[in-house]
Protein backbone atom coordinates (compact mmCIF):
# COMPACT_ATOMS: atom_id res chain seq x y z
CA UNK A 1 0.00 0.00 0.00
CA UNK A 2 1.14 3.14 -1.02
CA UNK A 3 1.90 6.02 1.78
CA UNK A 4 2.83 9.36 2.17
CA UNK A 5 3.99 11.07 5.48
CA UNK A 6 4.51 14.82 5.93
CA UNK A 7 7.01 15.94 7.88
CA UNK A 8 8.56 19.79 9.18
CA UNK A 9 5.97 21.16 9.81
CA UNK A 10 5.20 23.55 13.08
CA UNK A 11 5.07 27.08 14.33
CA UNK A 12 6.93 29.53 12.69
CA UNK A 13 6.83 33.87 13.12
CA UNK A 14 4.94 35.55 10.34
CA UNK A 15 7.61 36.81 7.83
CA UNK A 16 9.86 33.14 8.31
CA UNK A 17 10.67 29.92 6.78
CA UNK A 18 9.69 26.69 6.93
CA UNK A 19 9.97 23.36 4.59
CA UNK A 20 7.55 21.11 4.91
CA UNK A 21 8.16 17.45 3.30
CA UNK A 22 7.06 14.20 1.68
CA UNK A 23 8.01 10.95 1.87
CA UNK A 24 6.58 8.17 -0.65
CA UNK A 25 6.95 4.46 0.25
CA UNK A 26 6.08 1.34 -1.53
CA UNK A 27 5.47 2.98 -4.79
CA UNK A 28 8.10 2.28 -7.60
CA UNK A 29 7.40 4.42 -10.55
CA UNK A 30 9.09 7.47 -11.65
CA UNK A 31 6.51 9.16 -13.82
CA UNK A 32 3.72 10.34 -11.33
CA UNK A 33 2.53 13.91 -9.64
CA UNK A 34 3.16 15.39 -6.70
CA UNK A 35 0.53 18.31 -5.18
CA UNK A 36 0.57 20.11 -1.91
CA UNK A 37 -2.94 20.88 -0.70
CA UNK A 38 -4.12 23.03 2.59
CA UNK A 39 -6.79 23.49 4.33
CA UNK A 40 -7.48 26.10 7.36
CA UNK A 41 -10.11 25.72 9.67
CA UNK A 42 -13.32 26.41 8.58
CA UNK A 43 -11.99 26.34 4.51
CA UNK A 44 -11.83 24.01 2.29
CA UNK A 45 -9.17 22.32 1.15
CA UNK A 46 -7.08 23.96 -1.31
CA UNK A 47 -4.43 23.14 -3.73
CA UNK A 48 -0.95 25.02 -3.33
CA UNK A 49 1.60 23.79 -5.87
CA UNK A 50 1.95 20.64 -7.37
CA UNK A 51 4.81 18.70 -9.75
CA UNK A 52 5.38 16.65 -12.89
CA UNK A 53 8.33 14.57 -12.00
CA UNK A 54 7.70 13.18 -16.12
CA UNK A 55 8.56 17.07 -17.28
CA UNK A 56 9.76 19.01 -13.78
CA UNK A 57 6.62 21.38 -14.77
CA UNK A 58 5.32 22.84 -11.34
CA UNK A 59 2.29 25.00 -10.25
CA UNK A 60 1.87 27.87 -7.85
CA UNK A 61 -1.35 29.18 -6.39
CA UNK A 62 -1.42 32.91 -7.16
CA UNK A 63 -1.14 33.23 -2.98
CA UNK A 64 2.16 31.70 -2.72
CA UNK A 65 3.87 32.46 -6.06
CA UNK A 66 6.99 33.92 -5.14
CA UNK A 67 7.59 32.68 -1.59
CA UNK A 68 6.97 28.99 -2.06
CA UNK A 69 9.28 26.67 -3.92
CA UNK A 70 8.00 23.07 -4.56
CA UNK A 71 10.80 20.16 -5.47
CA UNK A 72 10.87 16.53 -5.99
CA UNK A 73 13.40 13.76 -5.73
CA UNK A 74 12.27 10.82 -7.58
CA UNK A 75 15.35 8.60 -6.49
CA UNK A 76 14.35 9.38 -3.16
CA UNK A 77 10.67 9.56 -4.12
CA UNK A 78 10.02 12.71 -1.75
CA UNK A 79 8.70 16.31 -2.04
CA UNK A 80 9.83 19.55 -0.45
CA UNK A 81 7.79 22.67 -0.23
CA UNK A 82 10.06 25.46 0.86
CA UNK A 83 7.95 28.40 1.89
CA UNK A 84 8.98 31.96 2.68
CA UNK A 85 7.88 34.65 3.85
CA UNK A 86 5.16 33.47 5.58
CA UNK A 87 2.17 34.79 6.16
CA UNK A 88 -0.57 34.24 8.91
CA UNK A 89 -3.00 33.30 6.21
CA UNK A 90 -0.45 30.23 5.65
CA UNK A 91 -1.91 28.81 8.30
CA UNK A 92 -3.33 25.43 8.05
CA UNK A 93 -2.95 21.46 7.75
CA UNK A 94 -0.57 20.97 4.75
CA UNK A 95 -1.29 17.79 3.05
CA UNK A 96 0.99 16.18 0.22
CA UNK A 97 -0.84 13.81 -2.39
CA UNK A 98 -0.20 11.75 -5.20
CA UNK A 99 -1.56 11.40 -8.51
CA UNK A 100 -0.61 8.09 -10.83
CA UNK A 101 -0.41 10.42 -13.95
CA UNK A 102 2.11 10.60 -16.55
CA UNK A 103 1.62 14.03 -17.78
CA UNK A 104 4.04 16.96 -18.40
CA UNK A 105 1.43 19.46 -16.46
CA UNK A 106 0.93 18.16 -13.02
CA UNK A 107 -2.99 18.44 -11.92
CA UNK A 108 -4.65 20.80 -9.62
CA UNK A 109 -7.62 19.37 -9.12
CA UNK A 110 -7.65 17.13 -5.96
CA UNK A 111 -9.65 14.80 -6.97
CA UNK A 112 -7.11 13.58 -9.34
CA UNK A 113 -4.92 12.47 -6.78
CA UNK A 114 -4.77 9.09 -6.18
CA UNK A 115 -2.70 8.85 -2.63
CA UNK A 116 -2.74 10.83 0.35
CA UNK A 117 -0.38 11.85 3.84
CA UNK A 118 -2.66 12.65 7.10
CA UNK A 119 -1.70 16.14 6.73
CA UNK A 120 1.09 18.59 8.74
CA UNK A 121 0.27 21.78 10.96
CA UNK A 122 1.76 24.62 9.79
CA UNK A 123 1.23 27.79 12.17
CA UNK A 124 2.34 31.32 11.05
CA UNK A 125 1.99 33.70 13.95
CA UNK A 126 1.78 37.67 14.02
Known amino acids: EVQLVESGGGLVQAGGSLTVSCTIS????????IGWFRQAPGKEREGVSC????????YYTNSVKGRFTISSDNRKKTSDLRMNSLKPEDTAVYYC???????????????????WGQGIQVTVSS
Open 97 to 115: ALALIVADRCPTDLATYDY
Open 26 to 33: EFIFDDYA
Open 51 to 58: ISTTSGET
